[in-house]
């Protein structure tokens, strides 16, 4: 189902060899601070282990009424 607000949106898929955080996120938030968020969180991980791999896709949605 989709509902107002109608427009332009980005849907995100990561996949990470190991969690990118403990949880769930919110099915919706600001692009600005959740890319923020993964590429601190994508930075510690590759840090910490060498053999991090991660891959990401992304889509424009439109959305209408």
């Known amino acids: 189902m989709v509902s107002p607000p109608f427009g332009r949106e980005l849907a995100v898929a990561y ?3 190991v969690p990118l955080y403990e949880g769930l996120r919110a099915p919706i ?8 968020c993964l590429r601190g969180r994508i930075a510690e991980l590759k840090a910490e282990n060498p053999d991090y791999k991660g891959d ?9 009424e």
């Open 56 to 64: 990401w896709v992304y889509m424009f949605v439109e959305t209408h």
């Open 15 to 17: 996949a990470s060899t």
């Open 29 to 36: 938030e600001p692009a600005e601070p959740y890319l923020a």
